[in-house]
T-cell receptor, first 113, second 112 residues
């Protein structure tokens, strides 16, 4: 079983639609949670952190359910520029005291006219 | 402020050769991590360094090694290259307070 599981998509949605991505993680000791966005052949870029209390940044809302080990991302009023791959990411503490990011395979979003 | 920088941008090597990739973190960041991303997958953790010490290693063979310098820049070395090492190699730096990491543009390595 993968540590972080996501539906790979693609999700094809019309401009203005609301789209939701889900993710589950297997390590209950995971410390922090993020959504990253990755455009084709580019590096991942931090989209937002995810908290149990939920957090919102403009059209984007992220939520964490620690009991279910479930993370979500909601995008409202989709724009063409939202087309990208969205990566669900958890952090785990390393034995040497550092931390590593563990990524899902990503969910591809295509927003169409 | 400059972000994470990596060099070279692209690299083509032959099986059996050795390669060195370079990374400079965001100013003030002392932690550098390396990740490998193959097509269609999320990045996989290779190494993390902090204050020149290795703080963690992912599930990669001993052909992969890294080091961090006093100015916090880092190098990733891969020996005896295999076709399967073809990937995007990403470097990321982390601020002192926080678990988020910021990625450089990556080095795209092709092994023929």
């Amino acid at each position: 079983r993968k540590e972080v599981e996501q539906d790979p998509g693609p999700f094809n949605v019309p401009e203005g639609a609301t789209v939701a991505f889900n993710c589950t993680y297997s390590n209950s000791a995971s410390q922090s949670f993020f959504w990253y966005r990755q455009d084709c052949r580019k590096e991942p870029k931090l989209l937002m952190s995810v908290y149990s209390s939920g957090n919102e940044d403009g059209r984007f809302t992220a939520q964490l359910n620690r009991a279910s080990q479930y993370i979500s991302l909601l995008i409202r009023d989709s724009k063409l520029s939202d087309s990208a791959t969205y990566l669900c990411v958890v952090t785990n503490i390393l034995t040497g005291g550092g931390n590593k990011l563990t990524f899902g395979t990503g969910t591809q979003l295509k927003v169409e006219l | 402020d400059a972000g994470v920088t990596q060099s070279p941008t692209h690299l083509i090597k032959t099986r059996g050769q050795q390669v060195t990739l370079r990374c400079s973190p965001i100013s003030g960041h002392k932690s550098v991590s390396w990740y490998q991303q193959v097509l269609g997958q999320g990045p996989q953790f290779i190494f993390q360094y902090y204050e020149k010490e290795e703080r963690g290693r992912g599930n990669f063979p001993d052909r992969f090694s890294a080091r961090q310098f006093p100015n916090y820049s880092s190098e990733l070395n891969v020996n005896a290259l295999l076709l399967g090492d073809s990937a995007l190699y990403l470097c990321a730096s982390r601020p002192r307070d926080g678990y988020e990491q910021y990625f450089g543009p990556g080095t795209r390595l092709t092994v023929t």
